[in-house]
């Protein structure tokens, strides 16, 4: 079974800093890409950043690009997303996601349970 743990939200002003973690466990197979994806409250999940584990080719979103930098670990079972110069606008539950295609949501197939980002101004 295919598990996920993210870890690191919580709460800073903005302008502040973040790091969060994501370790995949349970999978017999090399996933494509793992994913950061991000949902606020009243508005739809959206694409954060995502890297392709064959090749290391990252994506992001036009709105944290500069900001956030997203790395796997040496034994690519292991995301981090480093986010900095954090805007009120980055507040959401920041989900890490397994085994889909850049930033397509619906390509991705095990999903993490969430951790919470909350930016103050």
């Known amino acids: 079974q295919v598990q996920l743990v993210e870890s690191g939200g919580g709460s800073v002003q903005a302008g502040g800093s973040l790091r969060l973690s994501c370790t995949a466990s349970?999978?017999?197979?090399?996933?494509?890409?793992m994913g950061w994806f991000r949902q606020a409250p009243g508005k739809e999940r959206e694409g954060v950043a995502a890297?392709?584990?064959?090749?290391?080719?990252?994506y992001y979103a036009d709105s944290v690009k500069g900001r956030f930098t997203i790395s796997l670990n040496n034994a690519k079972n292991a995301t981090s997303l480093q986010m900095n110069s954090l805007k009120p606008e980055d507040t959401a539950m920041y989900y890490c996601?397994?085994?889909?295609?850049?930033?397509?949501?619906?390509?991705?197939?095990?999903w993490g349970q969430g951790t919470q980002v909350t930016v103050s101004s």
């Open positions: 890297i392709h584990i064959g090749n290391d080719v990252t």
């Open positions: 996601a397994i085994n889909g295609y850049g930033l397509k949501i619906d390509s991705y197939a095990y």
């Open positions: 349970g999978y017999t197979y090399t996933p494509y890409s």
